[in-house]
């Protein structure tokens, strides 16, 4: 057995991102972080077809592989019908939903509706295996949601966590902003395990400096915060996020920035922006052979008006069902995408030959214009070549990179974490010994 504190569990795990980030592997260009995933889960509610599961076993092995609702998962763990093991590192990306509680008939505070059902899972999970380190991601709109109570979602998190025990930082990053080939904001969400009685009197200094996300995704205070501070402000803005969830879910609302830190119930946030000396990779890196790109993923010359129309500016007179007429107005996308910039965010619905204002469309040599195609949506997101070629279809390829991470990304934070546990780094990235 490995005596290094590297063991993962992983939920949600798509097909690997985060796995690739903590392992490394030679064809994505990652040497290893240290850490080793002994436990996954990852299951779609909707599909027969379970294909991202399948794409993971394929690339990483069944092993400690679970392809089932986590719901059922944790009813079996807390009846005792199955165990989960050590971990030292719970990972995960979640879809942002709604956290709102109730008082239940035992005063107890309950889900409200179904909506906020996974995040209370990685809560079961968490109680059940109090690890060390804990690595989420989300959306960049958590922080804002739900639009009529903005910040009560992401209190909702951090009052759980920090009643758990852990010290909990965030970071709004674009990975653009870290001179990777697409421009996709997440928030990054890391805890440690340190206790209500650990000592914490320099939220600033940890924001910009000593937190395990000021060192992976450097960043320095937004010049009006950086202002603020200098005029008197010793600290940055903060707030206590009440320790009853149902008076936080029908009371709390606040503004939180990009980045910002969680202790004993007292959140402080700063504006920051981000800080990269770098190279600064573009669309035009990702791109494949012209002669290797097949011609369905052309488009169709009779096609180009509705493609035009649908990425350009617009404002109009529109009908609802109802009968009830309002003014429709959008701005224009670039038409066609420029592959000198880092990419637009990669979406599930980028397949498919229908005309769309949100798929990424380039000029080919040829005087063509054309879709891309699943190995570069893998390659915008710093995964190997095919990754997802597993059987899957382009529709399935697709939306399996519109829901991953970006990987490189991840493995900056997964080498920071790495440092904090007291991991050594492999030779060899674990991932490409399988």
Same mark, same amino acid.
């Given at each position: ?13 798509? =097909? %690997? &991102? /985060?796995?690739?980030?903590?392992e490394?592997? #030679?064809? *994505?260009?990652?040497?290893? !972080? @240290? ?55 719970? =990972? %995960? &990306? /979640? ?6 509680? #109730?008082? *239940?008939?035992?005063?107890? !505070? @309950? ?6 059902v ?102 320095g ?18 707030c ?18 990009n ?8 959140a ?71 592959v ?7 979406l ?31 390659r ?34 997964a ?11 492999l ?8």
């Amino acid at each position: 057995m490995n005596s290094q504190p590297n063991r993962v569990a992983e939920l949600f795990a798509g =097909v %690997g &991102g /985060f796995r690739l980030a903590l392992e490394g592997r #030679a064809s *994505a260009g990652l040497p290893s !972080a @240290g850490w080793r995933v002994v436990w996954s889960n990852q299951w779609e509610p909707q599909p027969r077809r379970q294909d991202a599961s399948q794409c993971y076993v394929t690339r990483f092995g069944p092993e400690g592989h679970v392809n089932d609702d986590i719901r059922l998962v944790m009813d079996a763990v807390e009846s005792g019908k199955l165990s989960l093991p050590d971990v030292d590192l719970v =990972v %995960g &990306g /979640f879809p942002c939903q709604d956290y709102s509680v #109730a008082r *239940a008939l035992s005063q107890a !505070a @309950g889900i409200q509706g179904k909506k906020g059902v996974l995040w209370w899972e990685i809560l079961r999970f968490l109680r059940v295996t109090s690890p060390r380190f804990i690595l989420l991601e989300n959306v960049d709109r958590l922080l804002k949601s739900p639009a009529h109570q903005r910040g009560r979602d992401f209190g909702m998190m951090l009052r759980c966590l920090s009643d758990l025990g852990y010290l909990t930082e965030w970071r709004v990053a674009n990975a653009a902003d870290y001179g990777f080939p697409q421009r996709r904001r997440r928030t990054f969400i890391v805890g440690q395990l340190v206790g209500a009685n650990t000592p914490f009197d320099d939220a600033r200094h940890f924001l910009l400096r000593s937190g395990v996300l000021a060192n992976a995704l450097p960043a320095g205070a937004d010049e009006s915060a950086y202002q603020q501070v200098h005029l008197g402000l010793a600290t940055p803005p903060s707030c206590v996020l009440p320790s009853d969830l149902v008076e936080l879910s029908n009371t709390f609302r606040y503004e939180f920035e990009n980045a910002g830190v969680v202790h004993s119930g007292r959140a402080w946030t700063l504006k920051v922006r981000p800080i990269h000396d770098g190279a600064h990779a573009v669309l035009g890196d990702v791109l494949v052979n012209e002669t290797d790109v097949t011609d369905d993923f052309f488009v169709a010359e009779q096609q180009l008006p509705q493609w035009r129309y649908l990425k350009g500016a617009k404002r109009e007179e529109r009908t609802a069902g109802n009968g009830f007429r309002y003014l429709y107005s959008e701005g224009a996308l670039p038409f066609p995408d420029r592959v000198d910039l880092p990419s637009r965010t990669v979406l599930t619905g980028e397949a498919g030959s229908s005309p769309s204002r949100f798929k990424h469309l380039i000029a080919a040599s040829n005087g063509r214009f054309r879709r891309l195609t699943p190995k570069e949506l893998e390659r915008l997101n710093g995964f190997p070549d095919d990754w997802t070629a597993t059987g899957m279809s382009e529709g399935r390829r697709a939306f399996c990179m519109g829901n991953a991470l970006v990987v490189g990304l991840v493995h900056r934070i997964a080498r920071q974490l790495a440092a904090r546990a007291g991991v050594q780094a492999l030779r060899e990235p674990y991932a490409a010994t399988r």
